[in-house]
Each structure stands twice: as structure tokens, then as C-alpha cells.
């Protein structure tokens, strides 16, 4: 019958298209997507609190955190910020920041150029997988900043000890 | 109901020719060979070791006068380093007066109970933990070498009974993990051979140390199982057959753990 | 007080970068734990930590309950003349700590 003839015609189409077409055009598009992360601001609104609307720039900040931690509970960091360390050009204030804990900010850093170098190394708690950024102030009153996304896993066994 | 019995009868056979003839993962590992990279840095460097801190407070403990008598343990056992050394990989062992199976905890709080008269430590306290992991240091690096006789053969069986048995809602054995699946992952957690020489330990799910009987009601919870108290004889059974099953492994004491 | 170690190097070259590390043993409170009653355990976090080298600070870590238990800091000072590293802390209970350790600086 003609409907079932079409019917099966535009079955073979459709397969056609899904299993030879679609899905290699599909595939690049899709890793071609951009991660897009929202600007700093959006991401930890306590930003703008600190920054006063300040400009940040990304960089002279290494973050360095697993980017997959074992444990929410316990996550090792280490931030660097590239400064001469002098009285006339330091690092004054160091904050983490998270995007999703109940508080936003984890710690606030006072260095001095007494510190000569500005790195920290600290233990962090995070909530669940989310953004954790490092904002640096530097003497002069410039922001300058760094972010990693880090996801959390959940430990398999349940443990009401 | 005859019939259904019929057909139990084999698989019970089976079950208790398993159980008497208990086995050890083979190649023995470590729980520390199964942990990410955060958390063997943690134990590597013992300024970094959250333990240490615990080990910290039980060096300053031992040093501490305690009780009516006013003795501190360093008053009968000396220096904790040269005394204690190699003394944890010996427990549970069986103690002569009581004739009863006594943990290395069980044993600091015989001490204070019988010696320095005063109140024992509550199992889990911080000092308890603090003393064991302390007195367990000492061993670190050494062969865990609990020695199975006839004193203390009942209790191994029966420690070893439990380790085969099923329980809880979710009707499963330590023996399904940790022999038979052990390297391979729930989640995002690898099954480790669940033996107890790191213990008293840090871990990152507690946030503080703990002692090897808060790990092993911890299992018991996972399998939705009544959690034995800790310091119950059930628990020190079973901490007698893995101290057995571990044999061979070095004492990480204190160790850390995910 | 509450419990710390430190690490601090007994003997430095003068503009030598020194590194310091402290450990306290500390539960950093979230205050959304709840205790077996079901009752809320207060937030209680060491907030504050302070660094003095011969007697100037130098370095200092407000903290809250994002920091891990048992805060870890380890960061650096620029060995300028012998004297003392100290560290002071206090928690939102208001209970404080202290240690210290002597730094002696060859030229």
C-alpha cells in the first residue's frame, strides 16, 4: 500500500540521515562548542563587594588545585601571585573564593614584602563541584585573578559513624 | 519446606568449607595503593600528615601524670620510642590476667584503669586516639605479625565467621569487597583489600582520626548492617582475623585515608 | 589551647626565602553539622591567624569554615636578621594559641 511504502521510505531516510549523516556533523559541532564560563563577577557575586567594581584582569595568578578532588571535605591548594615582592610593589591581599559553598569566602591572605614571594599552600572545603578563584590585590590597588574549575566526588559507602 | 531445605543443605556445606579455610588477598596491598594522589602525598610527608597531629598529642600524653597513682606511662614504660617500639604489631593478643582479647586501646585503658587509677579513656576520644596512634608509631614500618594460638583461636574464628558472613539489607560479606572485588571501583572509590594497618587513621570523611572499629561499624553501616559498638568483642574478633589476613603488611600507623 | 605543629627552619642564609608551615588540630565548625540529637553544632573556626617575624607581622590568614579541619598553611618569609617566628591564633569561641620557634640568620 502506498502510505506503508512511504512510511518505510522515509524510515530508510531518516536512518540514513541519523546514522550516516547526522551524527559526524553533530559530533564537531558539539566539541566545538566553547566552554563558556560567566565572567568572574557573575560567577562569585562577592567579587564586586571586594572589588568595588574594580577591573580584574586574568593573570599573573597560578591556581593550582586537582582539577578531579578525592574528597570534598579536603582539598589541597597552592596559589602563586607573580610580584617583585617589594615595598614599593607586593601583594597586599589574597582571597579564594567559591562559586557554590555557603560562604563564599574561603580565606582572606595578608602578605606583606616581608613574604617575599606570595604563595600560599592551604586545605579547602568544597560544597559540591563548582569555580574557586583566586583574586589577588596587589599594592598599587590593581585586582588581578585566576579560576579552576574542580569537581567533587561523592564517596561510594554511606558512612553514618 | 523440606524440599527447599534439600536445597540449602549443599550451598550451607559449601559455605562452611569456605569458612574454614580463610584465605588472604594475594598480591597483599596496602590500602595506600589504592588511594589518589592527595591522599598518599598526605601520608608521605609526615609535616603534611594530619595525623601527625594526634601523634603529637599522644607523645605529650605519655609524658602526663594521670590519676591517684600520679603516674604517667612514661613512668613504667620509659621512652615511648625504645619501650613501645614493635609492640602494636603483636595485637589483639590475648592479655594473661584478664585472659581476655585486648586491642592496643583496650590496653592503654587497663593501664590507666589498673595502674594509674583513674577513669578509662572513651573509646573514640581524642586522647584514646591519640595514645594509639602514638604507641602504634612507634611500629610504623614494621611486619604486622599477630600470631594465631590456642588462646586465642576462638576468637579468630569467630572474627573470621564474621568477615564471611552476610549481613545487613544489603546481604553482603567484607568478603565480596575486599577479596573479590578489591582494585575494582564503586563510584569513584577504588576497593581496597580492607585490612587495618594504617589505623588509628585520618580520613578525609571523618575530618579527624579514627580508630580501626569507627572504619570497620562504618563498613557495617555500608552494608546496612547493625553497627557493633566499638570496643565490642565482635569487633575485636574481627580485628584479631585482620590482623591475621594482613600479615606480612608494614604498620602505616597513623595513617590517612580517603 | 588548642594544639599545633610548626615547621620552622632552625638556621637561614640573610635574603633567604624561608619556608614556614603550620598545622592546628581543629574541627573548623561549618555550623551546618548537627550533632546525634539533632541539634545544630555552632560554627566555631580558628578566624584568625597572625605570623610575626621579631615581632612584626609579616603574614596573616583570615579564615572561616571553607578552610579544611585542621587548618595547613605553609607559605614563605625573607630571613632578614635571627630572631623569632611566631604564630598566634584565635577561634570563634575566642580560645587562642600560640607558637614559636627561633630563626637564626647567617650573613
Not at chain 1, 614571594?117 to 598599587?140: E, G, K
Request: hydrophobic residues 40%.
Amino acid at each position: 500500500m502506498k502510505t506503508s511504502d512511504q512510511n518505510r521510505q522515509r524510515r530508510r531516510v531518516l536512518k540514513r540521515l541519523a546514522g550516516g549523516a547526522l551524527l559526524p556533523l553533530a559530533a564537531p559541532a558539539l566539541a566545538q562548542l566553547p566552554t563558556v564560563r560567566p565572567p568572574l563577577a557573575e560567577l562569585v557575586p562577592v567579587l564586586k563587594e571586594i572589588t568595588q567594581g574594580a577591573q580584574v584582569r586574568e593573570a599573573r595568578v597560578k591556581l593550582e588545585i586537582p582539577h578531579l578532588a578525592e574528597n570534598g571535605h579536603l582539598v589541597p591548594l597552592t596559589v602563586e601571585v607573580e610580584s617583585p615582592m617589594t615595598p614599593a610593589d607586593y601583594v597586599r591581599t589574597l582571597y579564594l573564593l567559591s562559586e557554590k559553598n555557603p560562604r563564599p569566602v574561603i580565606a582572606k591572605i595578608g602578605f606583606s614584602p616581608g613574604t617575599g614571594r606570595a604563595v600560599l599552600t592551604t586545605r579547602i572545603r568544597l560544597a559540591t563541584a563548582q569555580n574557586v578563584v583566586a583574586l589577588a590585590q596587589m599594592s598599587d590597588g590593581g585586582f588581578w585573578a585566576a579560576s579552576t574549575e574542580v569537581i567533587v566526588t561523592e564517596t561510594a559507602c554511606l558512612d553514618a559513624t | 519446606m523440606i524440599l527447599r531445605f534439600a536445597f540449602a543443605l549443599p550451598w550451607l556445606a559449601a559455605m562452611a568449607a569456605y569458612a574454614a579455610q580463610p584465605f588472604r588477598p594475594e598480591p597483599l596491598k596496602s590500602g595506600l595503593e589504592f588511594s589518589g594522589a592527595e591522599v598518599r602525598a598526605l601520608y608521605q610527608d609526615d609535616f603534611s600528615s594530619p595525623a601527625m597531629l594526634w601523634t603529637t598529642r599522644g607523645e605529650k600524653l605519655w609524658n602526663e601524670p594521670a590519676g591517684a597513682a600520679g603516674k604517667s606511662c612514661a613512668s613504667c614504660h620509659q621512652d615511648a620510642r625504645t619501650g613501645m617500639k614493635g609492640v602494636s604489631v603483636k595485637y589483639p593478643k590475648v592479655d594473661p590476667g584478664t585472659a581476655r582479647l585486648t586491642n592496643i586501646e583496650g590496653r592503654i585503658n587497663q593501664c590507666r584503669t589498673q595502674h594509674q587509677q583513674t577513669e578509662p579513656l572513651r573509646y573514640e576520644s581524642d586522647e584514646l586516639l591519640a595514645l594509639t596512634a602514638y604507641v602504634g608509631l612507634q611500629s610504623r614500618g614494621q611486619t604486622v605479625s599477630a600470631v594465631i594460638d590456642a588462646q586465642n583461636r576462638r576468637n579468630f574464628e569467630r572474627g573470621r565467621d564474621i568477615f564471611y558472613t552476610r549481613q545487613g539489607q544489603m546481604n553482603l560479606a567484607c568478603t565480596h569487597c575486599h577479596d573479590r572485588n578489591f582494585g575494582r571501583k564503586l563510584l569513584n572509590d577504588t576497593i581496597s583489600q580492607g585490612h587495618g594497618n594504617p589505623y588509628p587513621a585520618y580520613r578525609l570523611e571523618w575530618q579527624t582520626m579514627g580508630s580501626l572499629h569507627r572504619r570497620l561499624r562504618a563498613c557495617f553501616f555500608g552494608v546496612r548492617a547493625e553497627m557493633p559498638p566499638a570496643g565490642s568483642q565482635e569487633l575485636l574478633d574481627l580485628e584479631l582475623f585482620l590482623a591475621w589476613r594482613s600479615q606480612g603488611l608494614k604498620v602505616e600507623t597513623p595513617g590517612v585515608r580517603k | 589551647m588548642s594544639l599545633a605543629r610548626i615547621l620552622v627552619p632552625p638556621t637561614a642564609k640573610r635574603g633567604e626565602l624561608v619556608e614556614l608551615r603550620i598545622a592546628i588540630q581543629h574541627p573548623m565548625e561549618t555550623g551546618f553539622r548537627m550533632d546525634n540529637n539533632g541539634r545544630v553544632i555552632p560554627k566555631n573556626t580558628v578566624n584568625t591567624l597572625i605570623c610575626r617575624y621579631n615581632g612584626a607581622e609579616v603574614f596573616r590568614a583570615e579564615m572561616g569554615s571553607g578552610i579544611a579541619a585542621n587548618p595547613y598553611l605553609q607559605f614563605y618569609i625573607v630571613a632578614r636578621e635571627s630572631g623569632n617566628v611566631e604564630f598566634n591564633w584565635v577561634d570563634d569561641l575566642g580560645e587562642k594559641g600560640a607558637a614559636s620557634a627561633p630563626l637564626q640568620v647567617t650573613s
